[in-house]
């Protein structure tokens, strides 16, 4: 039997060409792509299965050909990319492995519910196959309805082109880096073994609640106070709807770490009519999320973005690149909808992800999301080729017994979200970077790893550059 990653090593199956329904199937992309956009690549992409939970959808999309997404052996499967707005597809590109559809249809939809087929074919023989199609929609998915093969579904990149209606970075919720990160390659090192063994490369940032219940997001409703639903905040004192990085550098923090002055925020959670803060300092993680953790570079003042969505349904949530346990309680884990119950006495935990590949151009853009990818096995995909810290909140809310009343301000617990706005004092969190995460450690907000006391911290006493 074939491994996951023993069939990442196999080569492409043999070329097929057929004419199906009127569309041309033919080896690399046509001429007529010129004029066309690559929309799908770094795109978040979900799947109805994955392989031995080593080959994500996310490796279809990730401009990669040494990844895959690898679905189980049983039919029907399914692989979609949800292209960020409304666009009109003109080709599609599948690049099969060695097991291939044999029978399967291009989808797009404006929902991800309702679908419209553009193409279909029950002869396919696998290869590289270049489809033109004519359809619109947000989300464009393979939906393979016969294996080829005794195993199931593999596609080392699922390529959709056309034209979206986002408009070019020209404005309009695009905003620059000044200057850009430009000419970086995505590392594909293993950093080599040391002794004693790297296990961790981290440090905490340590966050109270700063402002609690504020119907404020700077950056989904900029300057429109009251325009968002309720919002617990961490970190900056000042975060409300004028909220931009001059402000948030004047303001004061709830951090720890006093240099550490971003703003942190995620919708409210209530019990009843009832909201619940997290009490005291909770834990953000700032880690390596890719292999090569000393590639990692600090993120650039300003820097902003979205994690999750609060639209997501529980599928889009479970199936999350970031979405770690989901939500948990005493014994009880990765529960993607609030758990029943809870032990008396415990708290309600979740702990979330973000994308930890940039861009390097912008600092934000319309969907809050486009400028950031995640890692596919590790490695950056090459449209967000710079590696910068991997975020992950670490929330617990004091709430146990009987969960029935228990809902956050954005809806159902996979509507889970939150926002980053970054604000750290840059020559702190450089220090904190090359020190924990570039160094191997796993450190308190000092920089200090208590398994590795020999190494030193970053920072003093007093959570400031020595």
């Not at 005794?150 to 979206?164: A, C, D, I, Q, R």
């Not at 106070?225 to 961490?234: N, V």
């Not at 151009?361 to 995640?374: E, F, G, N, V």
């Amino acid at each position: 039997m074939r491994t996951g990653k023993s069939r990442l090593r196999r080569l492409i199956a043999p070329l097929g060409v057929a004419v199906v329904a009127g569309s041309l199937l033919v080896a690399g992309v046509q001429s007529a792509q010129a004029a066309d956009t690559l929309l799908s690549q770094g795109r978040p992409a979900l799947a109805s299965s994955l392989e031995n939970g080593e080959s994500p959808a996310a490796a279809a999309v990730d401009g990669r050909t040494d990844t895959r997404w690898g679905s189980q052996w049983a039919d029907p499967q399914w692989l979609r990319v949800d292209l960020g707005s409304t666009a009109t597809v003109t080709s599609v590109v599948l690049q099969w492995e060695a097991a291939y559809a044999k029978a399967y249809q291009i989808q797009t939809s404006p929902d991800g519910t309702a679908w419209t087929t553009v193409y279909s074919t029950t002869t396919s023989a696998g290869g590289t196959q270049t489809l033109t199609v004519n359809g619109s929609g947000r989300y464009v998915r393979m939906y393979g309805t016969q294996r080829g093969t005794g195993y199931g579904y593999s596609l080392y990149e699922f390529k959709v082109y056309g034209t979206s209606s986002t408009p070019p970075p020209t404005g309009g919720g695009y905003v620059m880096a000044d200057p850009p990160v430009t000419g970086v390659v995505p590392s594909t090192a293993t950093p080599p073994a040391t002794n004693p063994q790297t296990t961790h490369h981290e440090f905490q940032a340590n966050c109270s609640v700063s402002r609690s219940n504020l119907p404020d997001d700077p950056i989904i409703f900029p300057n429109l106070p009251g325009a968002s639903h309720s919002h617990t905040f961490m970190g900056n004192t000042t975060t409300n709807a004028a909220t931009t990085l001059a402000s948030l550098n004047a303001g004061g923090t709830s951090c720890i770490t006093p240099g550490d002055k971003t703003g942190y925020w995620m919708p409210t959670l209530f019990n009843g009519d009832t909201a619940v803060q997290p009490v005291g300092r909770q834990v953000i993680y700032y880690k390596s999320g890719v292999i090569d953790y000393r590639s990692v570079r600090p993120s650039p003042p300003g820097l902003r973005y979205v994690v999750g969505s609060p639209s997501a349904t529980l599928d889009e949530f479970k199936n999350a690149p970031g979405a770690v346990e989901g939500w948990e309680c005493g014994d009880s884990v990765r529960n993607w909808d609030f758990p029943a119950s809870c032990p008396a006495g415990t708290q309600l935990n979740i702990r979330y992800q973000a994308p930890s590949c940039w861009d390097g151009l912008h600092l934000d853009t319309p969907d809050h999301k486009s400028h950031m990818a995640y890692p596919t096995v590790g490695v950056c995909p090459v449209s967000h080729p710079v590696a910068v810290p991997m975020i992950e909140f670490k929330m617990a809310f004091p709430v146990s017994g009987n969960l029935g009343n228990v809902r956050l301000a954005s809806g159902r617990a996979y509507s889970f979200h939150y926002d980053f706005y970054n604000a750290w004092d840059a020559r702190t969190l450089n220090a904190l970077v090359t020190h924990c995460i570039n160094g191997g450690l796993q450190c308190d907000p000092r920089g200090f790893d208590q398994y590795k006391p020999d190494r030193g911290a970053a920072l003093n006493e007093n959570y400031v550059l020595p």
